[in-house]
T-cell receptor
Framework: AQTVTQSQPEMSVQEAETVTLSCTYD???????LFWYKQPPSRQMILVIR??????QNATENRFSVNFQKAAKSFSLKISDSQLGDAAMYFC?????????????????FGKGTHLIIQP | NAGVMQNPRHLVRRRGQEARLRCSPM?????VYWYRQLPEEGLKFMVY????????ESGMPKERFSAEFPKEGPSILRIQQVVRGDSAAYFC????????????FGQGTRLTVV
């Protein structure tokens, strides 16, 4: 079974600064997808960014970028120019590319989350 | 195109009662996933359904929990004889197909068992 570990329960950053959230995962599969989701106090789960394991290029979405290290099984999220609206819980998630195989492979496996605080 | 709709947003049940949580996927989506989020935890996969079929229920507790996604109408997560430990936020996500397509989440139902 796959596991996702987020070792930082809480992170704090000054507005306009850059912050990096860590995520490591464990899998024996060679093809999979990785995601970062944001969960603000409204509880809505919002997809921030996703990465296909077969792509070497790191995904980027505006101020959000990832550092994907496949050999190290590491998938960190960098938020540049932090804004007050970025304050939320951030969850790293894994999904197998081998769907339909059961055992939870069709769903997302989430880490426990990192609470990001933005200091004005 | 409305997003994934879950209702109710909040549900309070007494121990021993039944809880029914509803999820209407996005238009054109035929794949539904249910997750449970306990306090201070990430979401945990429960079940994956397609229309009229349960594809993967490996994350569902063996007793008291059931899910369906009928040909017409919303997907239902049913919890019978609720206990305090069932108190959690339950999220539904939908996608148009399997594979590498993104799943879109609803806002969740917060179940409180008193």
């Amino acid at each position: 079974a796959q596991t996702v570990t987020q070792s930082q329960p809480e992170m704090s950053v000054q507005e306009a600064e850059t912050v990096t959230l860590s995520c490591t995962y464990d899998t024996s599969e060679s093809d999979y997808y990785l995601f970062w989701y944001k969960q603000p106090p409204s509880r809505q789960m919002i997809l921030v960014i996703r990465q296909e394991a077969y792509k070497q290029q790191n995904a980027t979405e505006n101020r959000f970028s990832v550092n994907f290290q496949k050999a190290a099984k590491s998938f960190s999220l960098k938020i540049s120019d932090s804004q007050l609206g970025d304050a939320a819980m951030y969850f790293c998630a894994y999904r197998s590319a081998y769907s339909g195989s059961g055992g939870g492979a069709d769903g997302l496996t989430f880490g426990k989350g990192t609470h990001l605080i933005i200091q004005p | 195109n409305a997003g994934v709709m879950q209702n109710p947003r909040h549900l309070v049940r007494r121990r021993g009662q039944e809880a029914r949580l509803r999820c209407s996927p996005m238009k054109g989506h035929s794949h539904v996933y249910w997750y449970r989020q306990l306090p201070e935890e990430g979401l945990k996969f429960m079940v994956y359904l397609q229309k009229e079929n349960i594809i993967d229920e490996s994350g569902m507790p063996k007793e008291r929990f059931s899910a369906e996604f009928p040909k017409e109408g919303p997907s239902i997560l049913r919890i019978q004889q609720v206990v305090r430990g069932d108190s959690a936020a339950y999220f539904c996500a939908s996608s148009p197909s399997d594979g590498n397509t993104e799943a879109f989440f609803g806002q969740g139902t917060r179940l409180t068992v008193v």
